[in-house]
Structure formats: structure tokens, C-alpha cells
């Protein structure tokens, strides 16, 4: 299989929708998204969304507007503050995998190294949120994934 290089909209939605038929079927990620995002409708909605995201952290094409942290955070409440390193990890792991499997060049690297830099980030802000907030022990950007 030949792949291409990550450089338009389509490519984008190619691998946001690659990406999450394996998210819904995860062992592990499975649950959260599957129990959060229930119909075709809202998948559909889903996918709309976070091609827009990458579109404009990869391409710098403007069109997202969403608030990452705001929907992590319910989604940790929802699920009672269970969300850990061990989801995001995964996350990253199958985000990668997917890009790896279609994709190749610099654009494809820039957001294997984004999603990893924003799983560290994003798992902070949702440990910030919790109840009585959270202090991580040592160097917050000891946080390893991937």
C-alpha cells in the first residue's frame, strides 16, 4: 500500500475517521468514547469536529471551534475522575499507528509529535479539574507517554 503524504483537509478526515473505528473498538478506549458519543449522528458530528482541529493544528487552516479541555474534563467527571497516563498513552499509540499505516513526510510527523505534546498537556489540565485539584509529585513534564 502507497502511502501519502498529510498535507489536505481529506487526508485529515481519512485518518480522524481510520483513527476512531479503531478508538471505538479499543479495549480500553472503547468504553469512554463508545458511552460518550452514543449515535451516527454524533460520531458524525465527532468526526466533523476534530478533522477541524487537526486541520488547524497541521495545516494552520482556521475552521475549529471547540474547547479540548472543557470536553476532556466532562468526560473525566462523567467516568469519575478514572481517566489516567494509561488512556492517554493508548490514545497516542493508536494515533500513531494509524498515521504510520497512511501516511508519510513531515506533516505526518508534526502530528504524531502534536498529539503526543497535547495528551501530556491535556492529562494535566484534566488532573487540574479535579476535585481539591491535583498536584503531580516532582516535574510535571516527567509525565511520560507514548
Not at 68 to 96: M, Q
Request: glycine letters at 6%; zero cysteines.
Amino acid at each position: 500500500m502507497t502511502k501519502s503524504k498529510l498535507q489536505t483537509r481529506d487526508n485529515i478526515e481519512k485518518l480522524v475517521r481510520t483513527f476512531y473505528a479503531k478508538v471505538q473498538k479499543d479495549d480500553l478506549l472503547g468504553l469512554f468514547f463508545n458511552q460518550t458519543i452514543k449515535t451516527e449522528e454524533e460520531w458524525e458530528k465527532h468526526y466533523i469536529l476534530l478533522t477541524d482541529f487537526w486541520t488547524l493544528n497541521l495545516l494552520d487552516i482556521k475552521g475549529f471551534d471547540g474547547n479540548p479541555a472543557k470536553a476532556h474534563h466532562g468526560v473525566d467527571k462523567a467516568f469519575k475522575h478514572s481517566i489516567t497516563t494509561t488512556h492517554f498513552d493508548r490514545w497516542v499509540e493508536l494515533w500513531s499507528e494509524t498515521i504510520d499505516k497512511l501516511f508519510e513526510g513531515e506533516i505526518a510527523n508534526k502530528a504524531k509529535m502534536r498529539a503526543q505534546n497535547m495528551a501530556k498537556g491535556m492529562y494535566k489540565k484534566i488532573l487540574d479539574q479535579r476535585p481539591g485539584g491535583f498536584i503531580l509529585p516532582g516535574n510535571a513534564t516527567d509525565i511520560k507517554f507514548g
